[in-house]
């Protein structure tokens, strides 16, 4: 084996010297060596294709990276991980020049982590004059003082989000964290205070003596506000998003909130959350504050009792370029709350250019799993062009399925339904008084119904002997879009079909098949557009029907298959194996009653399960496949190293191959190396002169 000179003339100089004076010489000659190894190899990486890049494009990437990570370990943007540090890794210890990078971009560094005093006294070294950003959900455990210290740097602040479940009173180094929050912030963009619960907890509206100048975003949860006149608000708030602590909670006069709207002239979004006025006899006109308070708004979002949601809209005009989002929220103290329409009716003055557009198109579902609130969305013509919809108002209210054509009836009374063209019902029962409130709209074309029955729907359209008298329902109605329908029922009225109750024999037994009726209505139709879309009990055979009849293209996504989702529930659990039905399936088989003519008898039901059963099978396979090439793939990725210490304290710098450039990372996971990280850039910072 060749060596060099020097090593070689070293070790056939070991005779004759001190064994402790020849190891000196062997350790500084193995020092030597490292040294040069390491130049050579930061020669080596220096020549690789991804180190070509300028420094200004590279720091560019690693903040993009340092971005990309932000949060995704969170709930909602909050947490202690919230500020993820695994982009450190694979940016600042892959290779010299990349640290020596990433280390000269002070904005790299200015996203704080308080995973430990150390870690955020390193952030604050590194991030130099850059503007900060404090990410902080103090739990049930107080704020740290490594926490409190980052908030005095509140010249460099840009962005502060402090979330807690727990009063602020209440908390280790509060009284701290509103005394930081009380200096100038003259750089300060976004600023959101989140949870903290409790009617005593007081904005911390004495802060900011000298305002908040750029302030751009501001949200505060669960607070109290006492004087409107001390928030941060000024020209540049774009977002203002107020959630107070409940129904009796601390609400400003109309006076108060007029006077802290009038400072934001370029609010984009306003969230109101029980922060509205309440009605009272001295309230100002609608025709006193006429001029707009926030001309470039656009959407307007108000949660809370109607009797405080009427007063808002009575008392402030809301531009035509904002879309509403009202959320009514019940009481429990016995209050009276208002009805719908103590919502519509002042929306018609304070919205008034929108409400004369007229209404484009109205939808109806569900506002919670138990069908016990309703969303009504609307979309009115105002601003609405082949590119772009118009605005939209969206109600969501406690309410049950009779409720639903009252609601109906006050949208008719209120706002201008005469130009509607589209309606949409997704999930929801349809009743003869809904229909009722529909069905003589001179525009009214378009009927989308979704996930539901529709039996109410076809005894609502015109008949043959009604249409002899001149009887015009749905007089424009021509394109019906079905979505999640059932063809197969044994009530029109009712919500649950027959396929749904397979144990019930007499229920299935007097199902009722109802796409021969809704083709003889529609036939009284000009019909220009069909969609059927994965429907249940409507095969190739009852598409072609349709578009005989009706003479014109039903379109349809070819899903004829009743019992596909619940086999491959039924898989799942053991139910149906091997693509065949099992023992509790073949029970409903002798009960089922299909129907012969249309070739839907048990032999046929049992044939297309089996053929869904293989296929079905085959894709578990090639599923399968993919997952094994999948962890092929990690495995490969395991092979990569970068950069690590010696025992020693000393950095080695591996080369960089050729097929390794593209980007990869190795060395151990987040949660392994993170323990280290503190030690490892102590060790760095060393070397590098900083000071801890």
């Given at each position: 084996m060749m060596w060099s000179?020097?090593?070689?003339?070293?070790?056939?100089?070991?005779?004759?010297?001190?064994?402790?004076?020849?190891?000196?010489?062997?350790?500084?000659?193995?020092a030597e060596l490292e040294a040069e190894i390491r130049a050579i190899k930061s020669h080596h990486n220096a020549l690789a294709r991804c180190n070509r890049l300028p420094p200004e494009i590279l720091s560019t990437i690693f903040l993009l990276v340092a971005h990309s990570t932000q949060g995704q370990n969170s709930n909602n943007g909050f947490g202690?991980?919230?500020?993820?540090?695994?982009?450190?890794?694979?940016?600042?210890?892959?290779?010299?020049?990349?640290?020596?990078?990433?280390?000269?971009?002070?904005?790299?560094?200015?996203?704080?982590?308080?995973?430990?005093?150390?870690?955020?006294?390193?952030?604050?070294?590194?991030?130099?004059?850059?503007?900060?950003?404090?990410?902080?959900?103090?739990?049930?455990?107080?704020?740290?003082?490594?926490?409190?210290?980052?908030?005095?740097?509140s010249h460099r602040m840009r962005a502060i989000e402090i979330g807690s479940d727990y009063s602020l009173l209440d908390l280790v180094n509060a009284d701290d964290v509103q005394s930081r929050l009380s200096r100038p912030v003259p750089i300060?963009?976004?600023?959101?205070?989140?949870?903290?619960?409790?009617?005593?907890?007081?904005?911390?509206?004495?802060?900011?003596?000298?305002?908040?100048?750029?302030?751009?975003?501001?949200?505060?949860?669960?607070?109290?506000?006492?004087?409107?006149?001390?928030?941060?608000?000024?020209?540049?708030?774009?977002?203002?998003?107020?959630?107070?602590?409940?129904f009796r909670g601390l609400r400003p006069s109309i006076e108060e909130l007029h006077g802290a709207l009038k400072q934001v002239p370029s609010l984009l979004e306003l969230n109101l959350t029980f922060f509205l006025p309440l009605d009272d006899d001295t309230q100002p006109s609608l025709s006193d504050l006429q001029h707009s308070l926030f001309p470039k708004l656009t959407i307007l979002r108000l949660h809370d009792e109607f009797l405080a949601i009427s007063t808002f809209l009575r008392s402030f005009p809301v531009p035509p370029s904002a879309s509403i989002e009202i959320t009514r929220f019940a009481r429990i103290d016995g209050v009276r709350e208002g009805t719908l329409e103590d919502i519509l009716a002042p929306l018609s003055s304070s919205w008034l250019r929108v409400v004369q557009s007229g209404a484009h198109s109205i939808a109806i579902r569900p506002g919670d799993p138990s069908s016990t609130r309703y969303i009504y969305e609307a979309e009115f013509n105002y601003g609405r062009d082949q590119t772009r919809s118009g605005r939209i108002l969206h109600i969501n209210t406690p309410g049950t399925p009779e409720s639903i054509g009252h609601a109906l009836l006050m949208f008719r009374v209120c706002l201008d339904l005469s130009t509607l063209s589209v309606f949409t019902a997704n999930s929801i029962i349809l009743l003869d008084t809904m229909w009722d409130a529909l069905f003589d709209l001179p525009q009214l074309a378009e009927i989308h119904i979704e996930n539901t029955t529709i039996g109410s729907?076809?005894?609502?359209?015109?008949?043959?002997?009604?249409?002899?008298?001149?009887?015009?329902?749905?007089?424009?109605?021509s394109a019906l879009y079905l979505k999640e329908v059932d063809f197969q029922c044994d009530d029109f009225d009712s919500m649950v079909p027959a396929f749904f109750a397979p144990d019930n024999?007499?229920?299935?037994?007097?199902?009722?098949?109802?796409?021969?009726?809704l083709v003889k209505k529609m036939e009284l139709y000009s019909m220009d557009v069909v969609s059927i879309e994965h429907c249940w009990n409507f095969n190739r055979?009852?598409?072609?029907?349709?578009?005989?009849?009706?003479?014109?293209?039903?379109?349809?996504?070819?899903?004829?298959?009743?019992l596909e989702e619940e086999r491959e529930e039924g898989e799942e659990e053991g139910v149906f194996e091997g693509g065949k039905r099992g023992e509790e399936a073949e029970e409903w088989e002798d009960e089922y009653d299909g129907d012969e003519e249309n070739g839907e008898g048990p032999e046929d039901l049992e044939e297309?399960?089996?053929?869904?059963?293989e296929e079905g099978g085959e894709e578990t396979e090639e599923t399968g496949d993919f997952i094994n090439e999948e962890r092929g793939g990690g495995e490969e990725a395991e092979e990569f190293e970068g950069e690590c210490e010696d025992s020693d304290g000393t950095e080695t710098d591996?080369?960089?191959?050729?097929?390794?450039?593209?980007?990869?990372?190795?060395?151990?996971?987040?949660?392994?190396?993170?323990?280290?990280l503190v030690e490892e850039d102590e060790c760095q910072g060393r070397r590098e002169g900083e000071e801890y």
């Open positions: 000179s020097a090593t070689q003339h070293l070790l056939q100089a070991q005779h004759g010297i001190d064994a402790e004076a020849y190891r000196t010489k062997l350790k500084e000659r193995v202690q991980n919230a500020v993820d540090r695994s982009w450190m890794r694979s940016t600042s210890q892959v290779c010299r020049r990349w640290r020596d990078v990433a280390l000269a971009c002070p904005a790299l560094w200015s996203r704080l982590s308080f995973a430990s005093a150390e870690i955020t006294k390193l952030m604050l070294l590194r991030s130099k004059n850059a503007p900060l950003s404090v990410v902080y959900d103090e739990g049930n455990a107080g704020f740290p003082q490594h926490v409190v210290d980052a908030l005095s740097h300060l963009e976004y600023l959101v205070l989140r949870g903290f619960f409790g009617p005593d907890y007081p904005f911390p509206g004495g802060s900011f003596p000298e305002g908040a100048p750029a302030l751009k975003y501001l949200k505060a949860r669960g607070c109290a506000i006492s004087n409107w006149q001390a928030l941060p608000l000024g020209p540049n708030l774009t977002t203002l998003d107020l959630h107070g602590y409940s729907f076809i005894d609502a359209l015109v008949d043959s002997t009604a249409a002899e008298c001149g009887l015009k329902r749905f007089p424009a109605f024999t007499e229920r299935a037994g007097k199902a009722t098949f109802i796409l021969g009726c055979e009852h598409w072609e029907t349709m578009q005989e009849y009706l003479g014109v293209k039903v379109v349809w996504d070819g899903f004829e298959d009743p297309v399960g089996g053929e869904r059963g591996y080369v960089i191959d050729e097929e390794e450039e593209n980007g990869k990372e190795a060395g151990k996971s987040g949660g392994e190396w993170e323990e280290d």
